[in-house]
């Protein structure tokens, strides 16, 4: 589909699968140019109304939602400054040591576990859940509620109620956390962000709920399909998987490969016109959604040589997978130092790691945001 839109309409008017109206691109050099073009916004509680969307927008969801993701310069600015002050690369090195021993808890439970297994269950998602909830404070026994709530949230299946209820619960949820912290701070990126102080300014109570769910969700959505996706794309190219296996050195350029070409997101997340915007040859008028759809910019021959190839030794250099621009992804060099990682323990642990069924019949999730695998049958020894 993305062959055919590339060439034949690269800016093409779409109907999301929850029934909002957009503009979806798809060429490399649109996407990254749009991804930095100050006029495209994100934040559409200040400019949007109700009529400029096809659907209710639910109010608890959009107060979680008024996060720096969803925000405009100077907005963003301040939050993001505030942010990096307390998730700092010191804060992001001193997690290799730990990111190592709970992949090698999990990997040790695994080898004592049955052959076949769905990977995604004792391995992609606890470890990355495990991860972002250990940085943040989330305690360990409330990380499966958390990861429904996500779920639902992000699923194009679920009724309005069952969105709703995920979002009211992960409010009360992060209420209740904020305010434990706030009596007795610890060494976790919550207690940081809450003592954090630039000039004088510090997060509001709405502004640190919002950051707590964008942290939470952005790190752990992402995460467990970067491993999962980028496990699939391996095992179905044993030339590729060999060539890492045979030299580990190339886990970096790997990683960076599985971001280009197994994409986590399909599209970034969406903005709309603050005026008037032309993108290639289409004029997009005022307050219209546009969906940058970076998994196909990953893939774009015009920027990336034989880009549906798979190759572990790949220059990446510009690809869009973390985005671009201001808001280019704060976590990157965790998912980078993770993602090292998780692949290198697991290839390492399980030699004759392979599919447990045909690449046709693993099922993906029903998301247009997240490009991710409901279930990832493998066989590990
Ligand atoms: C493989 C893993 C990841 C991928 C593929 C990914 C991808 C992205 C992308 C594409 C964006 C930009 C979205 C846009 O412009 O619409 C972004 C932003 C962001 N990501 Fe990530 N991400 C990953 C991991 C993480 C992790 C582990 C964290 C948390 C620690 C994180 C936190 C964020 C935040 C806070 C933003 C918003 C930054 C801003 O608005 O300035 N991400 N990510």
């Not at 323990?345 to 399980?350: D, E, G, K």
Request: aromatic share 6%; glycine share 6%; hydrophobic share 45%.
């Amino acid at each position: 589909m993305f062959v055919r839109l590339r060439s034949f309409a690269p800016v093409t008017p779409v109907i999301t699968p929850e029934g909002v109206r957009a503009w979806l691109v798809t060429r490399y050099e649109d996407v990254r140019a749009a991804l930095a073009d100050p006029r495209l916004g994100k934040d559409w509680v200040a400019h949007m109304t109700p009529e400029d969307f096809d659907i209710n927008v639910d109010p608890v969801q959009a107060f979680l939602d008024q996060h720096m993701l969803n925000l405009d310069p100077p907005d963003h600015t301040r939050l993001r400054r505030l942010v990096v002050t307390a998730f700092t690369p010191r804060r992001v090195a001193a997690l290799r040591p730990r990111i190592a021993s709970i992949t090698d808890e999990l990997l040790d439970a695994m080898s004592d576990g049955p052959a076949e297994t769905d990977l995604i269950e004792p391995f992609a998602f606890p470890l990355s859940v495990t991860v972002i909830c250990e940085l943040i404070g989330v305690g360990v026994g409330d990380r499966e509620l958390f990861r429904e709530w996500s779920e639902t949230l992000l699923s194009s299946r679920g009724t309005r109620q069952e969105s709703r209820a995920a979002a009211v619960n992960m409010y009360e949820y992060f209420t209740h956390l904020v305010a434990e912290r706030r009596r007795s701070p610890v060494d976790d990126l919550l207690s940081a962000l809450i003592a954090a102080r630039d000039s004088g300014d510090s997060l509001s109570e709405h502004e640190l709920l919002a950051m707590m769910f964008l942290l939470l969700v952005a790190g752990h959505e992402t995460m467990l399909n970067l491993i999962a996706n980028g496990v699939l794309a391996l095992l179905t190219h044993p030339v590729e998987l060999k060539r890492l296996r045979d030299d580990p050195s190339l886990l970096p350029s790997a990683v960076e490969e599985l971001l280009r070409h197994a994409n986590p997101l399909n599209h970034a997340t969406e903005r709309f016109t603050l005026e008037p915007v032309t993108i290639g040859d289409t004029d997009i008028p005022a307050k219209e959604w546009v969906m940058l759809a970076t998994s196909s910019a990953n893939r774009d021959p015009s920027r990336f040589a034989d880009a549906d190839q798979l190759d572990v030794g790949r220059d990446t250099a510009g690809h869009v997978g973390f985005g671009h621009g201001i808001h280019y992804c704060l976590g990157a060099p965790l998912a980078r130092l993770e993602g090292e990682i998780a692949f290198g323990a697991l290839l390492a642990r399980f030699p004759r790691l392979a599919l447990a069924v045909s690449e046709s019949s693993v099922r993906w999730r029903p998301s247009s945001l997240i490009h991710g695998l409901e279930n990832l049958p493998v066989r590990l020894r």
